[in-house]
Structures are given as structure tokens and as C-alpha cells.
């Protein structure tokens, strides 16, 4: 009997002690914020937040996986539109790092700037994948 408890007890213990120590589900949960362009000049009017957890991680893995060229890119035109990644979680302090996002005169790809310095060209394959999350629409329409 003594021994059924004493299990009772440490079982009951090490549930507090892992609910304790873990982090809460959402304490890491971002959002992306998406702004477009407003007229032909550099204004910006947010557009969409991302919040699905699915569609932020795709976008995470998109830019992960692509191919960054350090330069410094004159556009002739502001971007079409710009996103940020926003975390729910007011007691993360990261630096936010705003992603400027152009699409090509054929409407086919992106061409992307991450921060001031990171520019990429996007495939039409992970431009219409990112192009959809961030705006609910097609590519080219």
C-alpha cells in the first residue's frame, strides 16, 4: 500500500515538474504582418496579417532556402509589398528584420529584399507558394 502511494505521489510530481518547466504553446507563435503599396509613391497600408502557424513556418522555410546575394539593389519603383514577422508573445524581444517584396513585370516571380543588404529571385515555383500566403491570391492575376 505504502508503495502504491509513494508511485502516486512521484507521478504526480514529475507531471507538475514538466508543466512547469515547459514553455507555453504559443510563447514562440508568430504572425506576418503584410503591408502594400498604396499609390506610386513610398506609402504602405497593412494589407493582411498571417496567422496561420502552418503558413508562417512555409514562409520561414521558403526563405530559408533560398539562395541570398549580399548587394545593395536600386529598384526604379517601391516595393509592392512588405512584410514583417510579428511575434504574439510581448515578452520576446527580436529584432525585426522587414522582407520587401517585388513582383516582376511578367507577374511570373519575386524578386525579395531581406533587410537592407539581401537580395534574392525567387523561382516561379516559391514565388506563387509565397505570393499566396502572403496575399490570398494567384500569381499574375
Avoid at 100 to 119: A, I, R
Wanted: glycine letters at 2%; a negative charge.
Amino acid at each position: 500500500m505504502l508503495r502504491r502511494r509513494f508511485v502516486a505521489v512521484l507521478c504526480i510530481l514529475a507531471v507538475f515538474i514538466v508543466t512547469a518547466c515547459s514553455k507555453p504553446v504559443d510563447s514562440e507563435q508568430q504572425n506576418i504582418v503584410v503591408e502594400k503599396q498604396v499609390g506610386d509613391e513610398n506609402k504602405y497600408e497593412e494589407f493582411k496579417k498571417v496567422t496561420d502557424t502552418n503558413q508562417v513556418e512555409e514562409v520561414r522555410e521558403i526563405l530559408s532556402n533560398t539562395h541570398w546575394k549580399e548587394a545593395q539593389v536600386d529598384f526604379i519603383r517601391p516595393a509592392d509589398y512588405r512584410f514583417i514577422y510579428e511575434y504574439q508573445n510581448p515578452e520576446i524581444d527580436a529584432k525585426a528584420v522587414l522582407h520587401s517584396v517585388w513582383v516582376s513585370p511578367k507577374k511570373d516571380e519575386l524578386e525579395v529584399m531581406q533587410g537592407d543588404h539581401e537580395y534574392a529571385q525567387l523561382p516561379k515555383k516559391e514565388s506563387a507558394r509565397l505570393f499566396k500566403i502572403l496575399t490570398g491570391e494567384r500569381l499574375g492575376e
